[in-house]
C-alpha cells in the first residue's frame, strides 16, 4: 500500500512539473499567459504567439498603426477587423 502511495504521489509530482513545458510560448494582450488562458488558447487550438483575448473573443496581436504623415497633417490610423481605419 506505501508503495502504491509512493509511486502515486511522485507520478503528479512529474506530471505538476512537466506540464507547463510550454508556459512561455503564448502571450495575451501584452504579457505572458497565465494558466488559464494557455488552457483557453489550446483548448481552441491556437498556435503559440501573441494574441488579444477580449470580448469580441480571440485575435492576433497587432502591431500599434503608426501614424501616417501626408503633407502637413498627421493621420491616426488602427486597425478594426484587419481593415486600416484613419481619421
Known amino acids: 500500500m506505501k508503495k502504491t502511495l509512493i509511486a502515486t504521489a511522485v507520478a503528479l509530482g512529474l506530471g505538476l512539473l512537466i506540464s507547463p513545458s510550454f508556459a512561455g510560448s503564448y502571450v495575451v494582450n501584452g504579457h505572458a499567459a497565465s494558466p488559464a488562458e494557455m488552457q483557453l488558447l489550446a483548448s481552441y487550438g491556437v498556435q ?13 496581436a497587432v502591431q500599434k498603426a ?11 490610423c488602427r486597425y478594426v477587423l484587419d481593415v486600416l481605419l484613419c481619421d
Request: charged share 5%.
Open 66 to 76: 503608426s501614424a501616417q504623415t501626408t503633407g502637413s497633417n498627421t493621420q491616426s
Open 48 to 60: 503559440s504567439g501573441n494574441w488579444v483575448v477580449d470580448g469580441y473573443g480571440i485575435s492576433p
